[in-house]
């Protein structure tokens, strides 16, 4: 069983017109993040815009990026849908890609109650082997995991995390503090709270800004883990200026505009989710250049 840890960008999927794979850009901005650190990959999650592709297509995602990444680091995809039963079908189309393990956000539009979303994550960590994080985003689901609820998930053998994009720091906390007697990892989905996290015990953080700053994102987990808590908590400050311009447009655009500035090409968001305006293009390039990064994969 490999148990994530450590820094795991949220990889943006690149896409034309069509919604179809740019193949060579996916290629490019996994080295860019391998190389800036990272400890793994994220791929298909919400900032990969899983809800709008197409099956066979993400067949291809997966296939890239394991075949990019190449063994270097483990590569976790999204196996997220509404039902139990996509989610299900998702999954093991993921474990015939040879992925090292999936993610399953609660579902959405729907809202479930707890006891029926325990047994809905109880069915789909069933019908696979492969390690499986839970996924906590109620801001953009509606749909919570209430900490009773990991807790009693995270006796399944192979439920090994959660990433927790609440931005609720009381409920991180008790996530952790309710498994950490278990083989059991929380991860901060909420960028300006990793150090937060790490403190707390937590075990990294799917970060979307790891994407476009990869090399500070990691720093902040690595400057942690040797006990360089000034260092760490500097780059979470380093951070955030950019985690908060990513309400200069619409996700996840604004992030596929960010990258794009970075040097790398991420086409095309999926309709009805545009650009950004000229007067926040500017905005975000100044961000960029404080950062060091405009253009630095160019």
Same mark, same amino acid.
Do not use: W
């Given at each position: #069983?490999?148990?994530?840890?450590?820094? #795991?960008?949220?990889?943006?999927?690149?896409?034309?017109?069509?919604?179809?794979?740019? *193949?060579?850009?996916? @290629?490019?901005?996994?080295?860019?993040?391998?190389?800036?650190?990272?400890?793994?990959?994220?791929? &298909?999650?919400?900032?990969?815009?899983?809800?709008?592709?197409?099956?066979?297509?993400? @067949?291809?995602?997966? *296939?890239?990026?394991?075949?990019?990444?190449?063994? @270097?680091?483990?590569?976790?995809?999204?196996?997220?849908?509404?039902?139990?039963?996509?989610?299900?079908?998702?999954?093991?189309?993921?474990?015939?890609?040879?992925?090292?393990?999936?993610?399953?956000?609660?579902?959405?539009?729907?809202?479930?109650?707890?006891?029926?979303?325990?047994?809905?994550?109880?069915?789909?960590?069933?019908?696979?082997?492969?390690?499986?994080?839970?996924?906590?985003?109620?801001?953009?689901?509606?749909?919570?995991?209430?900490? *009773?609820?990991?807790?009693?998930?995270?006796?399944?053998?192979?439920?090994?995390?959660?990433?927790?994009?609440?931005? $609720?720091?009381?409920?991180?906390?008790?996530?952790? @503090?309710?498994?950490?007697?278990?083989?059991?990892?929380?991860?901060?989905?909420?960028?300006? #709270?990793?150090?937060?996290?790490?403190?707390?015990?937590?075990?990294?953080?799917?970060?979307?800004?790891?994407?476009?700053?990869?090399?500070?994102?990691?720093? +902040?987990?690595?400057?942690?883990?040797?006990? $360089?808590?000034?260092?760490?908590?500097? !780059?979470?400050?380093?951070?955030?200026? !950019?985690? &908060?311009?990513?309400?200069?447009?619409?996700?996840?655009?604004? #992030?596929?505009?960010?990258?794009?500035?970075?040097? +790398?090409?991420?086409?095309?968001?999926?309709?009805?989710?545009?650009?950004?305006? *000229?007067?926040?293009?500017?905005?975000?390039?100044?961000?960029?250049? $404080? !950062?060091?990064?405009?253009? +630095?994969?160019?």
């Amino acid at each position: #069983m490999k148990y994530p840890k450590g820094v #795991m960008p949220a990889i943006i999927t690149p896409l034309n017109e069509k919604g179809k794979l740019l *193949e060579d850009s996916l @290629r490019k901005l996994i080295d860019y993040t391998i190389n800036g650190g990272v400890h793994g990959l994220f791929v &298909l999650g919400t900032t990969g815009e899983f809800y709008g592709i197409e099956f066979e297509e993400k @067949r291809k995602i997966f *296939e890239v990026a394991l075949d990019q990444a190449n063994g @270097r680091v483990p590569v976790y995809v999204g196996a997220s849908e509404i039902t139990t039963k996509d989610c299900i079908t998702n999954v093991q189309l993921a474990e015939s890609c040879g992925v090292d393990g999936v993610s399953v956000l609660t579902p959405y539009f729907i809202t479930p109650n707890q006891q029926e979303l325990k047994e809905h994550f109880e069915k789909i960590a069933n019908s696979t082997k492969l390690p499986m994080m839970l996924y906590n985003n109620v801001g953009r689901t509606n749909v919570d995991i209430s900490p *009773e609820i990991v807790e009693e998930l995270a006796k399944i053998d192979n439920i090994v995390g959660i990433k927790d994009s609440s931005g $609720d720091m009381t409920k991180m906390a008790e996530y952790i @503090r309710r498994t950490e007697d278990k083989d059991f990892n929380v991860f901060c989905g909420r960028d300006t #709270m990793i150090y937060g996290c790490l403190c707390y015990g937590g075990a990294g953080s799917v970060a979307a800004t790891a994407n476009i700053i990869p090399h500070i994102v990691s720093g +902040i987990y690595n400057a942690f883990q040797e006990g $360089d808590l000034k260092k760490s908590r500097e !780059l979470q400050f380093k951070l955030a200026p !950019l985690r &908060l311009a990513f309400k200069l447009s619409s996700f996840p655009g604004v #992030m596929k505009e960010a990258l794009r500035l970075v040097g +790398i090409d991420p086409g095309v968001s999926l309709s009805p989710i545009g650009g950004i305006t *000229e007067p926040n293009k500017e905005k975000m390039i100044q961000i960029l250049k $404080d !950062l060091e990064v405009y253009q +630095i994969a160019k």
